[in-house]
């Protein structure tokens, strides 16, 4: 008995977490022929269904207990799983935070009728016994007794018993830290009672990388965890995914200190000579003051303070991020580094400086400035979208979500001394309403973005919710309506919530859309469009680049061609005379996961019949499909279209080196190797540029 109410202990303060409503939420593209096969692995569980029925011989043990003892912010962890009864269908779910700490008191129980809390004395110390009924506990349709969790607000110890003797009474004696619960909201009238509202972050199968244990009931699992501001537990169920029963829950850890500065995130800053540093950390500027301390290496470094955001579950939209996949973002912080010098390397760390005068560090990073505006030096530039996350420790929560996005991380990373901005397209972890994944995410391309500027695109997982003020009425955020993304990746754009800006870096200007807000003739964003193409300073930037999320111009991609489109409706009617008028060289697009390379097109004709090198006058746009940065990829239609000039149904990204003001070189690059597959250059001189073709110049007067 004893051993059970260990168990219970630890399930009620480690495992609070599991009760949680699946929102039941389809998610996927916009288009009715759309194949949907990449449904967030998280959603897949039926958590809300999960009964609880310890078992008192089972067992889960997590080693070690304190992790990032040498300031890691990751690290691996053996879990022992020993359990008398196994079946294929067993599981192991990581679930975090472990202990909640929110001030109220309180126990978990579970029986088929009415508790009872017997208190061991009152907030006064006075020591009197008394009791408290809570209301009727829910029972499952199966009849087993629902492990629903009930936050009991008491003072002082004491325990819960049934008093229908219908069930066990659980003496601990001690007082539990409880969970905050869901909002009424979301599930009173379908359940008429609060619910735990936090997801698992990942999971395995408990037969993984063993195929005895099915019959021995023993193994051990190797996770890999990152610092996510709280501590973990380990918990082992019956039942499969559909009907998840309790079995075991693990020791808690943590690492050693959870509130750390993790995953730097650079961005270029509104001016070319600033640069933008975003990190996570537990810390709240009541507690710690952030700021970032850099210079150039053999010089005085300066420190430089940084802004702190956060945002809550009322920020989101709908469930899961609601509900479900709710789970604490810490807090953002953003500092401004200015006054740089161009194409200078620059030293950093993070910092929060304690109340009692101490400081915490993260390790240092290095970054390189950005050129000069027109300065003509060797720049190097990477584009793709659609990425997602997967696990390094072998997760089957992704089985085949996002196959392909470690392999694009690991390619970038080894070539980052040939990298100097990279463009994500939108779309970027998936996370569809689970909030924990957006921590996984930077934690993975944190290689990348601690050492080059990562600039980003909404795409539609990011933003797109009904009645939100998206363009588009699908439910793909799964109900983070962009706040996420808005608050965890600066921009450079006027308002974040609007997610279209600019970006200058050396001979490049880049004109960033937002396709998923309206983006049609004299609306906001199409009028900042034209003004982004007609800023362009062409003897300076020679190279214009426009990009947005979904395929505004052409795509060979299966369900377009089901539509008769081959395009996102309405795109190229109302934005292709831009891109004629101001003569843009590239254009780039995700939401589509392959790869595929237009020719300078202009009005559904090929203006050129060159494929490998072009030279002279800008008569048309280059189109660019990018949407294989790692998620599921999509097929074609069957029909080549006369403009389609290369497709690859691959994982892979595209660099851009700009060797001067009149040489550029396009290389499309597959994930796997790192090795080229695609690739053109353009030669020519400011003179091309000014040259008009059709519809790119206003008309001219022969007075003189």
Partial sequence: MALLHYYYYLFSVAAASLFIINSDVVLGHTHPHHVNIGEQPLAKIAIHKATLLLHEKASVKASPTVLGLKGEDTDWVSVDIDYPEPADDD???????????????????????????????????????REATTKRVAVTEEGMTAAILWSVMVAGEGFFICVDG????????????????????????????????????????????????????????????INQRSDFAFALFAGGFDKPILKAVSNSITFANPKAPVFPRLALGKSWDTMTVTWTSGYDISEAVPFVQWGKKGEKFIKSPAGTLTFSRNDMCGAPARSAGWRDPGFIHTSFLKELWPNTVYYYRLGHLLSDGTTVWSKYNKFKSSPYPGQNSLQQVIVFGDMGKAERDGSNEYANYQPGC?????????DLDNIDIIFHIGDMPYANGYISQWDQFTA????????????????????????????????????ECGVPAETMYYVPAENRAKYWYSADYGMFHFCIADSEHDWREGTEQYKFIEKCLASADRQKQPWLIFASHRVLSYSSNYWLGQEGSFEEPMGRANLEKLWQKYRVDIGFFGHVHNYERICPIYQNQCVNDEKHHYSGMVNGTIHAIVGGGGSHLSDYSSMIPDWSLFRDRDYGFVKLTAFNHSSLLYEYKRSSDGEVYDSFTISRDYRDVLGCVHDSCAKTTLAE
């Fill in 91 to 129: 599981w192991l779910a990581v679930f975090s935070p472990a202990n909640f700490k929110d001030g109220r008191k309180g126990v978990t129980a579970a029986c088929s009728g009415d508790l009872r809390w017997v208190s061991r004395g009152d907030e006064f110390g006075q020591g009197k016994r």
């Fill in 166 to 225: 219908g069930g066990r009474s659980y003496d601990d004696g001690k007082t539990v830290l409880c969970s905050a619960i869901c909002p009424a909201e979301e599930y009173e009238s379908k359940y008429n009672v609060p619910y735990i509202c936090t997801a698992p972050i990942k999971y395995k199968l408990a037969n993984d990388s063993s195929s005895d244990y099915t019959k021995t009931g023993k193994n051990t699992l190797k996770f890999s965890l």
């Fill in 406 to 414: 470690l392999n694009t991380t690991d390619t970038l990373a080894k």
């Fill in 444 to 479: 993975q391309v944190a290689p990348l973005t601690a050492n080059v500027p990562y600039m980003v695109a909404s795409g539609n997982h990011e933003r797109d919710w009904p009645n939100s003020g998206s363009f588009y009425d699908t439910t793909d955020s799964g109900g």
